[in-house]
């Protein structure tokens, strides 16, 4: 049996719990406050990631690859895997590099105003691309279309590289 302290402890405890299962308005402001910023916090620290990987890819496609005879068949044959799986989809278009402007000199202005000039902007190994198409896939027919594909905050973001097989506009 229950003994009368053991109850008024147990109504004490529930009395208690109930006035706290209770929060005034401002109470639930002040939660809704704390959670909003734990999600900033999370978002902050996500931006401050990307950034940095950012930053890191940057920095390693800036440094131009040696371009061995054994580094550039092994390039040839990789491109050359992903563009027939393309073509075998009935594609005729396929983006074969992606890179962030900070790789362009003017940083992707040449490129978005479509200037004749914009390979020259072009610094690392993105010029490296431009250089191996230009040398040995453009005397085969392929065309090369840089375009800017990302726009973080309304400003250029990342460049892509399209190599096109399809039929000439005449």
């Known amino acids: 049996m229950e003994t009368l302290k053991e109850k008024d402890d147990r109504t004490r405890s529930a009395s ?24 900033a916090s999370k978002s902050v620290d996500a931006m401050d990631r990307a950034s940095h990987a950012r930053a890191n890819l940057v920095k390693t ?38 890179f962030p402007v900070d790789l362009c000199s003017d940083r992707g202005r040449a490129i978005n105003n479509a200037d004749d000039e914009w390979p020259n902007m072009l610094t690392g190994r993105p010029r490296q691309a431009y250089e191996l198409w230009r040398d040995q896939l453009k005397p085969a027919g392929y065309k090369l279309k840089a ?4 726009w973080p905050g309304g400003l250029p973001g990342d460049v892509g590289f399209f190599l096109n097989w399809g039929k000439s506009k005449v």
């Open 16 to 39: 208690e719990l109930g006035d706290e299962t209770f929060m005034s308005a401002a109470d639930l402001r002040n939660y809704m406050s704390e959670i909003q910023m734990a999600r």
């Open 61 to 98: 496609l800036a440094a131009p690859i040696d371009l061995t005879e054994e580094r550039l068949t092994e390039i040839t044959q990789n491109l050359l895997l992903k563009l027939r799986a393309a073509a075998g989809r009935g594609e005729t278009e396929l983006m074969v590099m992606r």
């Open 147 to 150: 375009m800017i594909i990302d």
